[in-house]
């Protein structure tokens, strides 16, 4: 169908781009069936990582009750309060590589015993964030915890006790140290983690001794908090490797009455070129922007490739992929102590974030957690901290437009996703996904790939009496833009709307941006 002029221009304002920039681009039909419901998108997707990395925890969470910087029993209130935008769903916690050298009791009661990250930077870590500043902060941005437990430096009665410490009745002896430490209640442990990349940095472990180590993990480290279940996620693998994936399967296949797990971890980065990373966060090429995507498009194939195994020991999909690793790694940023993995936050990785979302929800049957790296001052953050001052970034925009997907219901979509190419590179050109969300209403996720032309799409919702579509776009001045302390909305969503006519709507978005809009009455 055709809009008039003027409408075009209004809708040109509101999704922030030129009106005469809109003829460039073929339209795309997409249709949705919203009578072949799909799978639910677990919240838990959306999940977060936070580890004792750089200023992740500190000065990023962490500034201290003495702090003039305002704060509530030292956690940071506006990242508190950003972080509640977001409905963070799960927090993964104390690493990453951090947990497999964390000692918990260092990092408990008044006196605290300072230890050496040896991992990160080769700073002092002064354990003055242990676990009952977590469960605080858990409990202040209002999600769950997700904990992993030493499985490399430490015993699994060091991790049996960490687990009684946080769970057990205040009547038992080690419950009873929690509460004279000011926290009589029990803690909720939603999800623990046995190990972390155990086949690197976690021990270098080969997949049937850690196979061996998980089982008395699985069985020894109890929750005993009847108020909360607790999932355990077993390590699993390393980008396209598959013996963990094989190995941890199939000890559960055949796993007997004493232990069990409900997931498998998988890590994987964005690096555009592996390791070490070479890629720029910033200043970047068009090539180099589709290097990068098509790098992260990648996900697309891991994520079948482990499903297929785990098909082959687990059909009825009882055990959940876990991607709690994920997100682009690029050089650090110049100035800064590699070893703190700071980098900067582009609309790139706005559109790189939306495509893995997309992915992980077009395979909601056994992707059911995820957690980007990482949440604060670290690789691809939410959100950037620089002592009184708080940022927030192209990806957190992203999350929090994508907050309707929590637990909606997949519908699927049809289109054709063209091609974009450059020098030698061709990626589809656009991506999409849709859901009916816990409110009712239908919502649409729209990503223009191609960073130099907008992208118009037909939309219709074959079954679905709507009149408006309406939302949110986020787009930047070019694809490399950031946001700064100075200018801290040159990356912000800007709403979008949209009539129907003839049971269709009229879309048009800018090159390299992500939308997402609502079908109402």
Not at 391 to 415: C, E, G, S
Request: neutral net charge; glycine residues 8%; hydrophobic residues 40%.
């Amino acid at each position: 169908m055709r809009y008039t002029l003027s409408f075009i221009a209004v809708l040109a304002a509101l999704s922030g781009m030129p009106a005469s920039a809109q003829d460039k681009s073929a339209p795309v039909d997409l249709t949705l069936d919203v009578s072949k419901p799909g799978a639910k998108i677990d919240r838990q997707i959306f999940g977060q990582f936070a580890e004792h990395l750089g200023e992740g925890i500190y000065g990023g969470i962490w500034v201290g009750k003495d702090s003039t910087i305002p704060n509530t029993r030292g956690i940071r209130n506006d990242v508190v309060a950003a972080l509640k935008e977001l409905k963070v769903p799960n927090v993964r916690w104390p690493g990453g590589c951090f947990a497999d050298e964390y000692h918990w009791r260092r990092g408990i009661g008044k006196d605290r015993i300072a230890s050496m990250n040896a991992n990160w930077g080769g700073v002092i870590e002064p354990n003055t964030f242990g676990t009952d500043e977590f469960f605080d902060f858990v409990q202040q941005i209002g999600t769950e915890a997700y904990v992993s437990v030493n499985v490399g430096s430490g015993t699994p009665a060091e991790a049996a006790e960490w687990l009684e410490y946080m769970t057990a009745d205040k009547a038992n002896g080690i419950g009873a140290e929690r509460a004279k430490n000011g926290h009589e209640k029990p803690y909720k442990v939603a999800y623990l983690g046995l190990g972390n990349e155990s086949w690197d940095c976690g021990g270098a472990m080969t997949p049937d001794f850690y196979v061996d180590q998980m089982k008395l993990h699985a069985r020894f480290d109890r929750n005993y908090n009847p108020e909360q279940t607790m999932s355990r996620i077993a390590v699993g693998p390393s980008g396209g490797d598959t013996p963990y994936t094989e190995a941890v399967m199939k000890a559960w296949k055949d796993h007997s009455w004493a232990w069990n797990i409900e997931g498998l971890s998988l890590h994987s980065y964005t690096t555009g070129g592996g390791f070490p990373v070479s890629q720029k966060s910033e200043g970047f090429s068009e090539k180099e922007y589709a290097v990068v995507l098509k790098d992260t498009l990648g996900m697309e194939d891991l994520v079948t490739k482990h499903s297929v195994i785990m098909d082959k020991y687990d059909p009825e999909k009882k055990i959940a992929l876990v991607v709690d690793e994920w997100g682009a790694w690029y050089a650090a940023t110049p100035g800064t102590n590699p070893g703190f993995l700071m980098q900067k936050n582009t609309q790139r990785d706005a559109v790189l974030s939306a495509l893995n979302l997309n992915i992980f929800a077009r395979h909601a049957d056994r992707v059911r957690m995820a957690n980007i790296a990482q949440m604060i001052n670290v690789l691809q953050a939410m959100i950037l901290t620089d002592k009184e001052k708080m940022l927030l970034t192209p990806t957190y925009h992203v999350f929090h437009m994508y907050v309707p997907f929590q637990d909606a219901t997949f519908i699927p979509v049809k289109y054709d996703a063209g091609a974009y190419t450059h020098d030698g590179i061709t990626l589809p050109r656009i991506d999409a996904i849709a859901a009916k969300g816990t409110d009712g209403k239908v919502w649409v996720a729209i990503t223009n790939i191609d960073p130099s032309k907008p992208a118009t799409f037909n939309l219709s919702a074959a079954g679905l009496k709507a009149s408006k579509a309406i939302g949110l776009t986020l787009s930047a001045p070019k694809f490399d833009s950031a946001n700064t302390y100075e200018k801290p909305n040159t990356v912000s969503p800007k709403p979008i709307l949209a009539k129907a006519s003839g049971g269709r709507f009229a879309i048009t978005v800018a090159p390299a941006s992500v939308t997402v809009v609502s079908l109402e009455p």
